[in-house]
């Protein structure tokens, strides 16, 4: 097969329709945001790496594998943005700002293998997303999730449903565990993909032997039923910390509008490290996977105690729904 050498595998190009049609979708989701208060930061194409070294804690160390570096006259530690969390909380933090909400909605660029791009993995890639900085937790939560379903829905997919979990809930069940199989568990977590047959093959296999981890799977057996209350939940376990996130859960699900569908789950691998309380993601019926996904942040470098949420919207993934 003859390869174009002035075309970068993984980029996308778009032209005529199609260019206006993404044009269209981010004009939608800026237009959206401002009418729900949040002001736009648009950071530029290049940032220092920096940003992202301070922040390994949060973003894990594997993260610095996605940067793409740029020789800029002879610049170092120069790289072109991969996302736009840590630089909107950079922003935040030299400007030292009491309250936000802020949003992005730049094209990123990642350091993705060939092997996964020719499966189907884009380099470049639009995303739009938000942050809501030291306003109430359950608020700022609630905020984020009608904001998400908002948008998605503004852009035209009008069969979102958000699904909602809270980390606490693990977090409680993992106190009958011992400290070896506690950090098996956190380990395999966010690989388990939601399914318990997973999980269970990747416990035994990290060494896992606790016979009651068949309690555990239970619990995420739970997330099988698409009808799943939270009275469900309540009656699983007993800890002080299970129930402080159901309680949260309550809450939001008191406070949200009857409009967004909300679905619950006991537990969600994405954003597992991200995340300290809730956690949630957009899903449509036409796609296999999350169009969207959020939570509360553990984002500790600026104001610590302050609350924190906010999401990332999959922009180029919606606009690849919508075309289809």
Request: net charge neutral; charged share 30%; proline share 2%.
């Amino acid at each position: 097969m003859k390869t174009n050498k002035t075309k970068v595998n993984g980029v996308n190009e778009l032209f005529g329709k199609q260019a206006r049609d993404l044009r269209k979708l981010l004009r939608s989701f800026e237009d959206t945001l401002d009418a729900r208060g949040f002001d736009q930061l648009i950071p530029g194409i290049l940032s220092s790496d920096e940003i992202f070294r301070q922040n390994l804690d949060f973003l894990g160390n594997r993260f610095m594998d996605n940067l793409v570096y740029a020789d800029v006259n002879g610049e170092k530690n120069i790289v072109i943005l991969p996302e736009g969390t840590m630089r909107t909380y950079d922003f935040i933090k030299r400007n030292r700002l009491d309250q936000a909400k802020i949003f992005y909605n730049e094209q990123f660029v990642r350091n993705e293998p060939l092997e996964e791009v020719e499966k189907g993995k884009t380099r470049a890639f639009y995303q739009t997303g938000f942050e809501i900085f030291n306003y109430p937790l359950i608020e700022s939560g609630v905020e984020a999730m009608t904001t998400v379903y908002e948008l998605i829905k503004n852009a035209g997919i009008d069969d979102i449903v958000i699904r909602m979990a809270d980390k606490r809930l693990i977090s409680g069940l993992l106190q009958q565990y011992t400290c070896e199989d506690k950090k098996i568990i956190q380990k395999i977590m966010d690989k388990a993909d939601d399914s318990p047959i997973k999980f269970e093959r990747l416990y035994k296999l990290n060494g896992g032997k606790d016979p009651n981890i068949k309690h555990m799977i239970a619990f995420i057996e739970m997330g099988l039923d698409r009808n799943l209350s939270l009275t469900d939940l309540a009656k699983f376990d007993g800890s002080k910390i299970y129930h402080d996130g159901l309680h949260d859960l309550y809450q939001i699900q008191s406070n949200i509008s009857r409009e967004v569908k909300l679905e619950i789950l006991p537990f969600m691998a994405k954003s597992w490290d991200a995340c300290d309380r809730l956690l949630f993601d957009a899903r449509s019926l036409r796609y296999n996977g999350a169009l969207a996904g959020g939570g509360n942040l553990t984002y500790g470098a600026y104001e610590k105690s302050c609350p924190k949420s906010g999401a990332g919207l999959g922009t180029t993934r919606i606009f690849e729904l919508l075309q289809k």
